[in-house]
């Protein structure tokens, strides 16, 4: 029965190198309970009550709750037109060899036409219960003063809502209400900082301080270590930074205009609709400069990389290392309007969010190339791990026919972006940066435990529709450092068990 639920995940008849290949659950963020009915971890819902006809299988389910959307050729037909004048490139970049490939006035780009989606109709009566505040993204970027407005046109932003701080005091917050800074966090930053002071940074002995956390006020010069980025001589980071800061900017010279053409407008199309649903509850990603540098940063990624193209759910990726570079500037990060920072400012944050979210990828790739076999072979371990660490969770999907790929997916597509708030991402990935092969390998060891960590309302829902819902939307909204620490210690603990003894998970 099982079987004939499963439903198809992806696209298989991608016509070019770089094209966009949807991902099923790839769009939501955690919901928050305050905004939408979710549970407390200790009150036991009550889905098996709901009045609708339940679903008895993924694939009804999915009909009635699908939040993915596919790439038809029927849609969108105007969607990309030529563009009649040089579309805003960064501060500094000549912009005559575009022009002369783009010349004004050949024709008239069109609107871009999205499907309404369920959600997208929900947000729609609720702006207009608050007078419509909406915030639209524009795809043009004032980093070029000499520059002209694009005549594309980017579709209107999710409203305006609550503000939620997900992204302030991201290293000291936590649900504990602990103070921002005690004598024991004290002393670890000055041992960081008598790390990065030294003219060869011991990266071992860095990444062994980084694991428990880093702290904010070193955090962007230490992910910059940590991912490869940087080298450990002193001497050499100003000069590394420069040179890589040039040859990103180089990369937008060459092809960013290529946006447009016929080859790449499926892929340019599908980020271009991504980036406003990118964390739509913070309003850092719905202002237009914000929305544009992701833009350019996925869209020099994907060309670049086109044995995988742009996947969805990689732009969520960058959010982290904009974040983290950006509060290298800023203090209240959340609010910030990132147009009032210096020009040369922007362009190295882009730049080095870039290169870094690049050597993430680098280790995960095979998640986002064809029929994507790294996360296939994830989700299959993690069902593995799990029917060894606790069979009572296991034999529970198997008897209402919930299979691992249904929810797993999303938590190795999105390194479990879409389940935790931005905050908790960000310490997540401190570990990660410190642990060898951490988005790769130790990243199945997490998400046993956070799925072990719902045992109690797992067991709980008593049909398939129920355990669905609670899955893909596990009320995380208040988690802080606490949380996260005691979720990387017992991940922590897994690998030490069964990493060096596969036989140990194995029937």
Sequence with gaps: MATENRVHFWRRNAKVPGSVQPVYGAQHPPLDPRLRRTYPKDTKPKFNNLKSKKASSFHEFARSTNDAWDIDEEEDENFLGTPSQTSSLPS???????QNQNPVGDSESGVSHVPRTRDQDLHHVWEEDVNGRVVRSTSDVHLNTSSVRSTLQKQPSLPVRPIIPLVARMSDQNAS?????????KNRLDKFKQLLASPNTDLEELRKHSWSGIPREVRPITWRLLSGYLPANKERRELVLRRKREEYFGFIEQYYHSRTDEHYKDTYRQIHIDIPRTNPLIPLFQQPVVQEVFERILFI???????????????????PFFVVFLSEFVK???????????????????????????????????NYTFAQPGIQNKVKALEELVSRIDEDIHNHFKKYDVEYLQFAFRWMNNLLMRELPLRCTIRLWDTYQAEAEGFSHFHLYVCSAFLIEWRKEIL??????GLLMLLQNLPTIHWGNEEVGLLL????????????????YKR
């Excluded at 990060?333 to 362009?347: C, G, H, I, S």
């Design 92 to 98: 500094g970049l000549p912009s005559s060899s575009i």
């Design 177 to 185: 209400g602990a103070p921002p800074m005690t004598v024991r966090e």
């Design 301 to 319: 990624w994907a060309i670049r990389h086109p044995a995988s193209g742009y996947v969805q759910g990689i732009n969520d990726l960058v959010t």
């Design 332 to 366: 209240d990060v959340e609010n910030f309007e990132v147009a009032a920072l210096p020009l040369d400012t922007q362009r190295n944050i882009e730049a080095d969010s870039f290169w870094c979210m690049s050597k993430l990828l680098d280790g995960i790739q095979d």
């Design 460 to 465: 709980s829902m008593v049909d398939f529709q």
């Design 489 to 504: 210690a017992e991940a922590y603990r897994l690998k030490y068990m069964f990493a060096d003894a596969p036989s140990h």
